[in-house]
C-alpha cells in the first residue's frame, strides 16, 4: 500500500515522503495514529498545497527542538542504588528511571526519546542520548553511587 508520511516515523521515514508499506501496518497502526494518508490522487494534491505551512511548522519544531536541548544538555541525573560485588548495582537504572527522573526536573521527553541500549548496571558517571529530534540528539549525564543496603 502507498501512503505519504505525515510525520517522523522511526525507521520508516520523514514527512511528506512516499512510502510502500504492509496494508495491514497502515490500517492497523499508520492510519488510525494520523502518521500517514493513504497516496491517493486527491490526497497527494492537498499534500502539495499545504507544503508552505508544513515547512514553517517543522523549522519552528526544529527551532524548539534546539533551544530544549540546549537546556537539557545542561542536566546530570543523579541516582544512589545498592551495589554488591565490583560496584555492580542490585538491579539497574533503566529507560523508566531515566524518563521519571526528566519529568521529576520539568523536562517534557517520550520514553522513546531516550536513546539506552541497555539498562546501566555499574556505579559512576554515565552518558546517555536523548533524540529531541531527527536533527537534534543531545547526551545528558548520569550518575550512580553506591547506597549501603
Not at 18 to 47: D, F, H, M, Q, S
Not at 64 to 84: C, M, W
Amino acid at each position: 500500500m502507498e501512503v505519504i508520511l505525515r510525520a517522523d516515523v522511526l525507521k520508516l521515514g520523514r514527512p511528506g515522503e512516499k512510502k510502500r508499506v504492509a496494508p495491514g501496518y497502515a490500517r492497523n497502526y499508520l492510519i488510525p495514529n494520523g502518521l500517514v494518508w493513504e497516496a491517493t490522487p486527491g490526497n497527494l494534491r492537498l499534500w502539495e498545497k499545504e507544503k508552505e505551512k508544513r515547512q514553517k511548522e517543522a523549522e519552528q519544531r526544529l527551532q524548539n527542538a534546539r533551544e530544549r536541548g540546549g537546556r537539557l544538555a545542561q542536566v546530570v541525573l543523579h541516582f544512589s542504588r545498592p551495589v554488591g560485588e565490583e560496584n555492580k548495582l542490585f538491579g539497574s537504572v533503566s529507560r523508566m528511571d531515566l524518563w521519571k527522573s526528566l519529568k521529576s526536573a520539568g523536562f517534557e521527553v517520550e520514553k522513546n526519546q531516550i536513546l539506552l541500549e541497555a539498562p546501566l548496571r555499574t556505579v559512576g558517571d554515565h552518558r546517555v542520548s536523548v533524540l529531541l529530534h531527527p536533527e537534534v540528539t543531545i547526551s545528558i549525564g548520569v550518575t550512580i553511587v553506591p547506597r549501603a543496603s
